[in-house]
């Protein structure tokens, strides 16, 4: 069975850091693009960062750049997303996705994790 399983997330002052990961279980994601989303109350799902397979390319929502950086290691299966100078608008459940298709905009994934809530205070 395949899993994507999110962790790391958590109460954070804002201004303060978290560190997101995502494990893969079940089958390894190289050739897969993998993706952070997040879904506040009452909004849209966003995509907030994206890395391709191999960790040569990476795309961030213009609201975190500078802030968030999205990692991968293959070997380890996962995924991570390091997020500095929160703020209380990056209150969120936080999923990753894999896909294999490679269009930062291509909102079609194969594989959700659960998610992982963040929650940010002013």
């Known amino acids: 069975q395949v899993q994507l399983v999110e962790s790391g997330g958590g109460l954070v002052q804002a201004g303060g850091s978290l560190r997101l990961s995502c494990v893969a279980c079940g089958r390894t994601f190289v050739g897969y693009k993998m993706d952070w989303i997040r879904q506040a109350p009452g909004k849209e799902r966003e995509l907030v960062a994206a890395?391709?397979?191999?960790?040569?390319?990476?795309f961030y929502a213009d609201s975190v750049k500078g802030r968030f950086t999205i990692s991968r290691d293959n070997p380890k299966n996962t995924v991570y997303l390091q997020m500095n100078s929160l703020k209380p608008e990056n209150t969120a459940v936080y999923y990753c996705a894999a896909t294999t298709r490679s269009g930062w905009s291509d909102s079609r994934f194969d594989y959700w994790g659960q998610g992982t809530q963040v929650t940010v205070s002013s």
């Open positions: 890395i391709l397979w191999n960790g040569g390319s990476t």
